[in-house]
């Protein structure tokens, strides 16, 4: 089974400061990796995925991740945020065919 | 390409009453999910489809709710009856099914039951 753990429900912090967001995963069989964005009353895009090869996967919007296979994690940066980042971050495991989702991110940016 | 398609957007039902949801993925997309996403909460699978086989339906509350995906392309989810704590956003999702494949989500459908 595999699981998703978002330890930041909210995270705030001011425009064109970085960011990291954080997400742990366990799982017994390979995985691939997500993270989603959901801006209000939509539905999720996605930001960018890992799958295979390089660790350090960029994705759109500038947002880039790293996957550590030892640590299990796949933490989300940025290193200048704009207001319009501000939303809801979801990290995904997929292993055999079904998606896990954390429970989210708030990221606020502040002006 | 047209994304995934959801109706209605919002929908405010009694406690007790029926509803339904539809769904029409992206052309060709042979995977279709229904997520249910409680405020504050992420999505938690409800239903996969592949196709218009059943591979996961093992979170969905079978005394109330059922899906279908006739022809393997739209799908409908209902509710019935409804419960208060059915109050969420319902995601309906697609992708072309393969494991590497990403899913592509619907806007989804906001219910409220009062």
């Known amino acids: 089974a595999q699981s998703v753990t978002q330890l930041d429900s909210q995270v705030p912090v001011f425009e064109e400061a970085p960011v990291e967001l954080r997400c742990n995963y366990s799982?017994?069989?390979?995985?691939?990796l997500f993270w989603y964005v959901q801006y209000p009353n939509q539905g999720l895009q996605l930001l960018l995925k890992?799958?295979?090869?390089?660790?350090l996967v960029k994705g759109i919007n500038g947002f880039e991740a790293e996957f550590n296979k030892s640590q299990t994690s796949f933490h989300l940066r940025k290193p200048s945020v704009h207001i319009s980042d501000t939303a809801e971050y979801f990290c995904?495991?997929?292993?055999?065919?079904?998606?896990?989702f954390g429970t989210g991110t708030r990221l606020k940016v502040l002006a | 390409e047209a994304g995934v398609a959801q109706s209605p957007r919002y929908k405010i039902i009694e406690k007790r009453q029926s509803v339904a949801f539809w769904c029409n993925p992206i052309?060709?997309?042979?995977?279709l999910y229904w997520y249910q996403q409680i405020l504050g909460q992420g999505p938690k699978l409800l239903i996969q489809?592949?196709?218009?086989?059943?591979?996961?339906d093992s979170q969905l509350p079978k005394d109330r709710f059922s899906a279908e995906r006739l022809k393997g392309v739209d799908s409908t989810l209902k509710i019935q009856p409804a419960k208060l704590e059915d109050s969420a956003v319902y995601l309906c999702?697609?992708?072309?099914?393969?494991?590497?494949?990403?899913?592509?989500f619907g806007q989804g459908t906001r219910l409220t039951v009062v």
């Open positions: 999702a697609s992708s072309l099914g393969r494991q590497i494949s990403e899913a592509f």
């Open positions: 799982s017994s069989v390979s995985v691939y």
């Open positions: 890992y799958l295979s090869g390089s660790t």
């Open positions: 995904a495991v997929k292993g055999t065919y079904k998606y896990i």
């Open positions: 052309s060709g997309h042979a995977t």
């Open positions: 489809f592949q196709n218009n086989g059943v591979v996961d």
